[in-house]
């Protein structure tokens, strides 16, 4: 049952200090967030409170063993001024799942979703208008034992922050091929969308900006041979006018904005398949012109041309993103149901 929601606002917004025609992803919060602490056992009353810093034990359980898990969603302003959530049910659901995993106490779906609605609702005035901008909701969910012994949190503090948010990838990114280190292997974390993920794929990724790359794709972990996913996004590759994309496992994240692309291509027409598709098919394919288009997909990233593929021996350059009608559709068909003005035939939108 939905408890009751205490509101402290801000004395003051930071809302004029915010340029609107120039919010790069990530830097820029809304004037408040909501906060619920888990402790004795159950959920005690959510908050809203201004977005500041926190007060941490040294000892935080979360900054020792990792127990933090997070979610990326998005909220639009529609063509009438309603808000709207693309699928936060879908992202709330996930966050249970990952919570499951690293061992933390699920939370009511329902009732985050209502918290959710409320805080959004007092910082509406935060949702960006500029095409190709939204309101970025970012939940983190993490350990908050004071207390140095490795266990399962007995306290937790799980927040909402928002903030407006421009594209995660300002152009078409040139990627590489992992083969010497990895993000997930079978019967890991690879699913859960927890922070160890993010952190161990950091040096890797600081290697590939060295080299000139804007993004890994890691490989399996067994072999090397098969892509599983980007890190920040899931990939699709179409190859013989079939979309293809590498199946759900407990080493790859299950991407809210993948689902939704296999959904609307499927409703399409469009002959799409999940299952594991190795960095030499993708090479041949391209060598024999049957490759016309690979991209990204996640909440952040929306959906972004994958320009270059390189491993260490072969780089191969991909059609000129302008020219990739299958991607430029889905994108815009995407866009335009988050953002109201196609039919949310799948009931995605959450309204308020
Ligand atoms: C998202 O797409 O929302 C994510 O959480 C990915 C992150 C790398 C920004």
Redesign the pocket.
């Known amino acids: 049952m939905v408890k009751e929601l205490k509101v402290t606002k801000v004395e003051n917004s930071r809302l004029d200090s915010v340029d609107f025609n120039n919010i790069p992803?990530?830097h820029v919060f809304s004037d408040h967030m909501l906060s619920i602490d888990f402790k004795d056992g159950e959920w005690q009353e959510p908050e809203i409170i201004p977005f500041e810093s926190l007060k941490l034990s040294p000892a935080c359980s979360a900054l020792h063993y990792g127990q933090s898990i997070?979610?990326?969603?998005k909220a639009e302003r529609g063509k009438d001024g309603d808000i709207l959530f693309f699928r936060p049910d879908a992202n709330f659901s996930r966050l249970n799942k990952s919570a499951s995993r690293m061992g933390m106490p699920n939370f009511n779906e329902q009732d985050l979703l209502y918290y959710l609605g409320k805080l959004v609702e007092l910082d509406q005035a935060w949702i960006p208008t500029l095409e190709g901008s939204s309101l970025?909701i970012?939940p983190l969910y993490f350990g908050n034992d004071s207390f140095i012994g490795v266990r399962s949190a007995q306290t937790y503090k799980l927040l909402i922050m928002t903030g407006p948010s421009g594209p995660?990838y300002a152009k078409p990114v040139n990627v590489y091929v992992e083969d010497t280190y990895i993000r997930a292997a079978e019967g890991g974390t690879g699913f859960a969308?927890t922070a160890g993920n993010?952190a161990a794929s950091l040096y890797p990724m600081s290697l590939a900006k060295e080299n000139g790359y804007d993004q890994i794709l890691w490989t399996d972990a067994k072999e090397h041979k098969y892509f599983q996913e980007a890190?920040?996004?899931n990939l699709f590759f179409v190859i013989d006018d079939v979309v293809v994309t590498p199946p759900l496992s407990d080493s790859i994240l299950p991407g809210i904005?993948r689902d939704s692309f296999i959904t609307i291509l499927k409703d399409q027409g469009v002959k799409v398949e999940e299952r594991n598709v190795s960095v030499e098919e993708v090479f041949t394919a391209h060598k024999e012109g049957r490759l016309s288009d690979a991209f990204g997909a996640?909440?952040?990233?929306v959906l972004i041309p994958i320009k270059t593929i390189s491993t260490r021996n072969e780089k191969i350059e991909l059609p000129d993103p302008n020219s990739r009608e299958l991607s430029i559709n889905l994108k815009k068909h995407f866009v335009d149901i988050k953002r109201g003005l196609a039919e949310d035939k799948f009931g995605w939108i959450y309204k308020i």
């Not at 997070?70 to 969603?73: C, T």
């Open positions: 992803f990530g997070f979610e990326g969603m970025y970012r995660y969308k993010y890190g920040t996004m904005t996640g909440t952040a990233a």
